[in-house]
């Protein structure tokens, strides 16, 4: 069973850059897509990005306006989403996800995905 875990969440000026990674371990079953979801308190847990294991396709939200980079690093096991000039609308607990046999049209769903990470906290102060 895969397991994930999140790191480097914290608490940021506005403006500035925060790294977060999520590390995967486990047997991997092959193709599989990992998502970043962020929840801020009150709000439902919303899609941020997702990058696909077997072609690195990536997909991200449209209200990131390009903030927001996610990669990989497969011989880590490990994906990282970049985010620059921060916003404190940006604060929430964020989580990555694993999704088997993705396509296109189901990833920002978030029920479809079937292993979660603890979440890593990321706050924003203005």
């Known amino acids: 069973q895969v397991q994930l875990a999140e790191s480097g969440g914290g608490l940021v000026q506005a403006g500035e850059s925060l790294r977060l990674s999520c590390v995967a371990s486990?047997?991997?079953?092959?193709?599989?897509?990992i998502a970043w979801f962020r929840q801020a308190p009150g709000k439902e847990r919303e899609f941020v990005t997702a990058?696909?294991?077997?072609?690195?396709?990536?997909y991200y939200a449209d209200s990131l306006n390009g903030r927001f980079t996610l990669s990989s690093d497969n011989a880590k096991n490990t994906v990282y989403l970049q985010m620059n000039s921060l916003k404190p609308e940006d604060t929430a607990v964020y989580y990555c996800?694993?999704?088997?046999?993705?396509?296109?049209?189901?990833?920002?769903?978030?029920?479809?995905?079937?292993?979660w990470g603890q979440g890593t906290q990321v706050t924003v102060a203005s």
């Open positions: 996800a694993r999704l088997l046999n993705p396509i296109s049209s189901i990833i920002r769903n978030s029920a479809l995905y079937d292993v």
């Open positions: 486990g047997r991997d079953v092959g193709s599989y897509a």
């Open positions: 990058i696909t294991t077997y072609n690195g396709a990536t």
